[in-house]
Nanobody, 123 residues
Framework: QVQLIESGGGLVQAGGSLRLSCANSGDSFSNYRMGWLRQALGKEREFVAA????????YYADTVKGRITISRDNAKATVYLQMNNLKPEDTAVYYCAVHTRNSVSSPRGYDYWGQGTQVTVSS
């Protein structure tokens, strides 16, 4: 069973940084490709970043490349999202989820979503 819990969101000024964490309280975490996605108010959920089960391959949306880094610690069953140089347009609820099918950039390819953590970037 997969149960994901996100943390680390908050309010930050433009140009600031946040580190999000997603902990899995279930088993077999190291078998899963994991992703971070976000949903801004009034918009559709969108892909942010993903990481392979072993951590050796990462994927990023073009809008966050160079500013956001995804990583994981399988011993701690946790995936991270380090966000730097944040912009007001990064404001959204951020979710982690398990990638199970289709393209990593498609939100429809994810299951076992966490409850989300709010990130608000003020200008």
């Amino acid at each position: 069973q997969v149960q994901l819990i996100e943390s680390g969101g908050g309010l930050v000024q433009a140009g600031g940084s946040l580190r999000l964490s997603c902990a899995n309280s279930g088993d077999s975490f190291s078998n899963y490709r994991m992703g971070w996605l976000r949903q801004a108010l009034g918009k559709e959920r969108e892909f942010v970043a993903a990481i392979s089960s072993g951590g050796g391959t990462t994927y990023y949306a073009d809008t966050v490349k160079g500013r956001i880094t995804i990583s994981r610690d399988n011993a701690k069953a946790t995936v991270y999202l380090q966000m730097n140089n944040l912009k007001p347009e990064d404001t959204a609820v951020y979710y982690c989820a398990v990638h199970t099918r289709n393209s990593v950039s498609s939100p429809r390819g994810y299951d076992y979503w966490g409850q989300g953590t709010q990130v608000t970037v003020s200008s």
